[in-house]
């Protein structure tokens, strides 16, 4: 099984800024099958890029995804007020399927 | 408006039984793997259990195997997770999740299982 750490846990940032995410995978993940996703409270994950660093239907270009082998991040280069959420990796490359622990963008 | 809309979850005692229901609507539920993710409060993201379209090609997590059961009813437009011998750990929000691009990119709402005595 694959285990996904993103780092850092917890990113306390201002609109405006730039966050950076992380997440590395124990092993290599096949063809860059990576994906990030954002959580909201109380509402279901929203697919933001998938194969690493493609931008899913509607997601805007402040989003960007790179990386690969075993490190990709997920940038967003100007926070918006309604980007502050939690962002799951996920590798959709190996079975099982697995999900990184999550990383939380909080205002500061 | 494609959309995934579950039901079904509910209180129930360890060791007892649930379905799970997923109505699909908007697109061709037939061409698309098809998933289940759960979510226990306060944590993150947990893959359960996948089926391919025409139902042939199944998998499970560890931790469900054995229990639980996918199905699917193409002629329904839905999808299934029968869950059985359910324990204090399996307590989450359910999604019903579509495949696409090999990523998830329609979720359900969610429907929450609580397992408790």
């Known amino acids: 099984e694959i285990v996904l750490t993103q780092s850092p846990g917890t990113l306390s940032l201002s609109p405006g800024e730039r966050a950076t995410l992380s997440c590395r995978a124990s092993?290599?993940?096949?063809?860059?099958?990576l994906a990030w996703y954002q959580q909201k409270p109380g509402q279901a994950p929203r697919l933001l890029i998938y194969d690493a660093y493609r931008r899913a239907t509607g997601i805007p270009d402040r989003f960007s995804g790179g990386g690969s082998d075993s490190d990709f991040t997920l940038t967003i280069s100007r926070l918006e007020p309604e980007d502050f959420a939690v962002y799951y990796c996920?590798?959709?490359?190996?079975?099982?399927?697995?999900f990184g622990g999550g990383a939380k963008v909080e205002i500061k | 408006e494609v959309q995934l809309v579950e039901s079904g979850g509910g209180l129930v005692q360890p060791g007892g039984s649930l379905r799970l229901s997923c109505a699909a609507s908007?697109?061709?539920?037939?061409?698309?793997?098809m998933h289940w993710v759960r979510q226990a409060p306060g944590t993150g993201l947990e893959w359960v259990s996948r089926?391919?379209?025409?139902?042939?090609?199944?998998s499970y997590a560890d931790s469900v195997k054995g229990r639980f059961t996918i199905s699917r009813d193409n002629a329904k437009n839905t999808l299934y997770l029968q869950m059985n011998s359910l324990r204090a750990e399996d307590t989450a929000v359910y999604y019903c999740?579509?495949?696409?691009?090999?990523?998830?990119?329609?979720w359900g709402q969610g429907t929450l299982v609580t397992v408790s005595s």
């Open positions: 996920q590798q959709y490359g190996s079975s099982p399927l697995t």
């Open positions: 908007g697109f061709t539920f037939s061409s698309y793997w």
């Open positions: 089926m391919n379209s025409d139902g042939y090609s199944i």
């Open positions: 092993q290599s993940v096949t063809s860059r099958y």
């Open positions: 999740v579509r495949q696409s691009t090999r990523a998830f990119d329609i």
